[in-house]
DNA sequence: TTGAAAGCGCTAACAC
DNA sequence: GTGTTAGCGCTTTCAA
């Protein structure tokens, strides 16, 4: 192994030397850099990690923690992790993965042993156990959703409530006084992740405004026939022309199937909007109007907040709640407007 | 911060004695153990990994190379990176994430900074640039994909040319003399990942054998679009009752839909396998015979060998190829044998 | 502008 | 069975 001392050596100059070179954390005559930076190309020099942890308490690694458990809902995961793992890699951090089924545990275990120095938390319930844990950790710590409670740990999400307004907006706009929304599965409903609720409650909020009746189906089994079932239900409750919400977009595509199997088109017979990513829309047959999850957004605003905590860490930290603006694309499940 | 003096302290030992309860590697006892266990417990220690690692040249952490990419495919990813996590933790280990678009330069990171003691690297090509660097990295690299030359690193993959075998025997079990092969993407093609040619190389071979016509399809603009027009062609050339095997699984779901909107019933009126995974495969409408993936058992399989590699790594290191059996399971898309 | 030296918290000889 | 001690490779005072 290369060390700063080999380094100083071949450079002629003291260990310390090396450091600052690397550091920048003090001015450097024009020669002595050049020197030194010549041996580090020379020797292909690189830091020891672990070392320069323990010598300057910072590990330059984002934990994360991710919603890998048994029965977790995983698709539309990767967007975030990838969003994440790069927006880290910008500002020179890497990323532990932490699963969620390690639960606090984890999250003791990256704080208590530093092994990172800011920890990104996704898949929040609204009454989390882990959220307490995490806010007495000493580390920073920035939630991808948003509990009840946030204990002071600052959040970024997609503003649900506003995904919901906006779904009945839209349909209210293209003339439905009636709407069926699809909601999610027992598992998901019982787990109590926070987005359910938030969306409903904006959905529910910007119908009544708009004098629309409307009803849920819920909860949909997950498959195929869970999907079957709740088509049917809605199709019964739906009225002549039906409306449908979907915030479960694991069902959308066995919906839209089960819908061309009646013979039914989506955006003359009946309008559908889904709350899904951008690309589970496209890939709709036909692609889905829908509002957009956006987790990229989501995640790089996380990134950029956590890393602003984790500059100024001294200063108190202003708990925020940062809410994403979703946006309504309108593919071929609804009419066009006017 | 509580560190193994605090807790020596307080159980009335040395520092060295704590560590040695730590790690068992000298006997104790009970009545010592007793108290350092006690210590730790109330001081809630938890030892410092950078110092840990710096002391003990082991860092506990596995490096794990994703093909995120401007352009990868990532879907599919999910489970790989799933089970590599848990079968990290059940050892003890964490994971660190590279992008892969991070290229050799990530691998050299991860060895020359020491921040990990192994590393999975996924999104083989087959002459994969990044090959040569990883091994002479001196820290056991572990490869899911085969390159064609391996450069002596142990491949952990699925057995794609008996995938292909299998796929081709199945069509000639009920009754198939003909068949169209759905294959990739340009870019896919371009970049030469490994599996590809595999999997062609293995059907072609038994087609021959059982003496089946096969044309390829290829390559397969990505999006409903390229699916379509992909579909055209094979149907054109397939026969009066057409038999695709679409080792391409992103494409799966759109060459579905255009079969069913020309009226056509897969299983009566054709044949597809699909090579994806079961989950992919059950969400198919109807549910599509396929050729299974299995990325839980290749991962599974990797992580095995890298930490008998890790073990034993003073061991001249006995380089292998390990294929994981695909398995066919019949569903909707193909008729019953017999 | 630079060097010397004292740790950071742990492990692992080496003693007894 | 346990304690003492010398590092692991780096950062960062303190001196010059």
Redesign the pocket.
Known sequence: ????????RLA?????????V??G?????A???RRVEAAIEQLT????A???A?????TQVIGLVVPFAPGADTSGLLPFIESIANCARAEDYDVLLVTADEGSAGLSRLAGR?LCDAIVMMDIEAEDARIPVAAALGVPVILIGVPDDPAGLPCVDLDFPRAGRMAAAELAAIGHDRVVVIGHSAEVIARDVNFVRRFQRGFAAEAAERGIHHEIVAPVAPGRAGAEAALEEALARGGDRPALVVPNSQAIPALLHGIGRRGLVPGRDLSLIGLCTDDAAEAGEPPVTNVSLEPRDVSRRAMQTLFRLLDRSREPAVPTVELVEPRLARRRTTIPTG
């Open positions: 192994m290369v060390t700063s001392r080999d380094v100083a002629g100059v003291s260990q310390s030397t090396v450091s600052y690397m550091s954390r003090r001015s450097i005559s020669e002595t850099r020099y690189q830091p020891n672990g070392a320069r323990l010598a300057s308490q910072r530093s």
